[in-house]
């Protein structure tokens, strides 16, 4: 437990304006971001008597190593970049709601030629109309099947529609009236995107309009004795119709505004939202979060505020907010709201009508949600905590390891030799802090050297981190999309927190393994078990027998669910290795042919087969490729023997070339498909 006087910054240090600050602890990671309109004065309340602190607030601060601050120009800037750091650093002592799911969205692509009608998750992409959230993807599947008999939009992937296209035959729903079947030309393109635009229409709430002019159209119909074409107009109102009747009227003055209602205790915290659109209930959500620090509900209100809106703009944000408690101050939070949506957002609390009644039937459903959450938080919280303890009696551990990491090695009969690095916290998976690793201190196969080499390479850069003598970079360890470049600012992605127990998925000759790295390394405070699959006992170093947990054990299911990751998280990295060579051809070893102009080549041509054959005046008429180009693609693929044909072993046959030149990874025998996987 650190003293906050040992970094308190000294008197008339600390600026008195506006800004951000950052506490780190010991190990430079952040755990705690906040902002305020003084700097000097917010500071100063967390360097008083501890007993004067809010005891989160002393756990916090007693955690925490040192403290710095940025200074902003306006609190609006200070609001703006407190979001910024706490979606970058996840620091534990921040509110963070926990949203269990990724909701889904109605989503219309506005940015392709035909727009295309489709359930949608994850971050929205610009140019893609949104209408949502839902509870559940169904409940969107049926509004659009209602839907499409009035506006038969395309629904169908990439993949469909080129086929249709290349074979000039639509799909089902295009023989059935529920696609207008651009991809064959029945329509225009110009009159598809008139379709998808009523669509968008009615979805966001104009919907009278369009019912008074098909009725128009209905009676019109009838007078002239098109009694089919009035049916069909009358069974398109009805379809209508029954899609309105799924979102009921909550506001008469059609009004768009998102409701948000807080239930909250000592401890934790749900938040409600319901997003009104037109007067309808267009989506819900909700989080959960443990008030880890002091916070009023106003401070919940603006966390909230910034999670819904932090990454929305235009329409996305509406006219109307209405919640239970205004943040303090309000007006940076309204100004930034304004920015975010261009142009005026109301702030406000209900006070009568049917916007107060919402609010109310909001608010019920916070407080179900964090009823709910609580009764499987308390049986989750207890087993948790039965099995860390379990696991720290069964290894004679000090106290209950917070912090699991978890190693294991995987290949294909020596080829592609991988490893991953899974991480639990309380426990409970830290997907972000997950690593993979490529063994390249050897070839071939030894899965005893490969967790040596693991494991040393991991906690040297736990140690040059600890040591702070310089930065290391490794990006084939780096997850998927993360930069390795990183400056010493205490994120979560590197390797700088230490566990307090390593598990390596194997017996005896893995566990010494990883013991005798870490004591190469001089670390003697971390402790080290192994798990083997075959009875699923748990190996100590330097013990000739391993310690049998019962099969109704707790501790022995987390360890279970620890290795089971590993060997998945493990499994996926070398799939994905092995099908990226597969997928490697000649034209991969052309110097400065990217993959762009290689895909050029292959479509113009059909295939590397058929590429080897043509002249240099040929290549050159793929648009990108000049003649110096041409002339290497030429004299590379003269110099490279074409491929041996892929023999199928267990029939025989020979499989075809993919348009890459590569045999084709997805087929072969069942055993070469699952991969013989370690």
Partial sequence: MADPSSYRPRPGQIPDSPGVYRFRDEHRRVIYVGKAKSLRQRLANYFQDLAGLHPRTRSMVTTAASVEWTV????????????????EYDPRFNVKYRD???????????????????????????????????????????????????FPVRTCSAG????????????????????????????????????????????????????RRLEKQMMRAADELEYERAARLRDDIEALKKAMEKNAVVLADATDADLIAVAEDELEAAVQIFH?????????????????????????????????????SGDAVPKEVLVPALP?????????????????????????????????????NAQQALALHKT????????????LEEIADALGLDSAPLRIECYDISHLQGDDVVASMVVFEDGLQRKGEYRRFQIRGFAGQDDVRSMHEV?????????????????????????????????????????AYPPQLVVVDGGQPQVAAAKRALDELGIDDIAVCGLAKRLEEVWLPGEDDPVVLPRTSEGLYLLQRVRDEAHRFAITYQRAKRAKRFRSGPLDDVPG??????????????????????????ICEVPGIGRKTAETIAAALAQAAPAAPAVNTATGEIMEDTEDGAPDPTEGTPDERRGQET
């Fill in 455 to 495: 494991i040393s390479r991991r906690f040297r850069r736990y140690i040059a981190e600890k040591e702070k003598t310089g930065e290391w970079v490794d990006e084939e360890s780096a997850a998927p999309g993360e930069n390795g470049l990183k400056d010493d600012e205490g994120r979560p992605k590197k390797f």
């Fill in 100 to 150: 269990d799911k990724s909701y889904p969205y109605l989503a219309v692509t506005m940015n392709e030629e035909f727009p295309r009608v489709q359930v949608m998750r994850g971050h929205k992409k610009k140019g893609v109309r949104y209408f949502g959230p839902y509870a559940h993807a169904w409940a969107i599947r049926d509004t659009v099947d209602l839907l499409l008999r009035v």
């Fill in 160 to 211: 469909v529609f080129k086929n249709a296209t290349r074979t000039d035959r639509p799909c089902l729903l295009g023989y059935i009236g529920k696609c207008s079947a651009p991809c064959v030309g029945r329509v225009e393109p110009e009159e598809h995107r008139e379709l998808a635009e009523e669509f968008c229409d009615f979805m966001a709430g104009r919907t009278g309009t369009y019912l």
């Fill in 328 to 364: 303090d101050p309000v007006e940076p939070v309204q100004q930034w709201l304004t920015e975010r949506r261009g142009s005026g957002v109301s702030l406000r609390i209900p006070q009568r009508g049917d916007k107060k009644a919402l609010m109310e039937t909001v608010a019920r």
């Fill in 72 to 87: 902003v120009s306006t609190e609006v800037e200070a609001l703006q970049l407190e979001y910024s750091w706490i979606k």
């Fill in 276 to 312: 009104v659109r037109g007067g309808r209930v267009r989506g819900q959500r909700g989080w959960v979060t443990d008030k880890v620090e002091e916070i009023t509900t106003g401070a919940l209100v603006e966390h909230a505020l910034q999670q819904l809106y932090g990454e929305e």
């Fill in 593 to 618: 042919l990217g993959e762009t102009r290689k895909q050029a080549l292959i479509k113009h041509f059909g295939s590397v087969k058929k590429l080897r054959s043509v002249t240099i005046d040929q």
């Fill in 376 to 387: 499987k938080r308390a049986s989750d919280l207890t087993t948790r905590s039965r099995a």
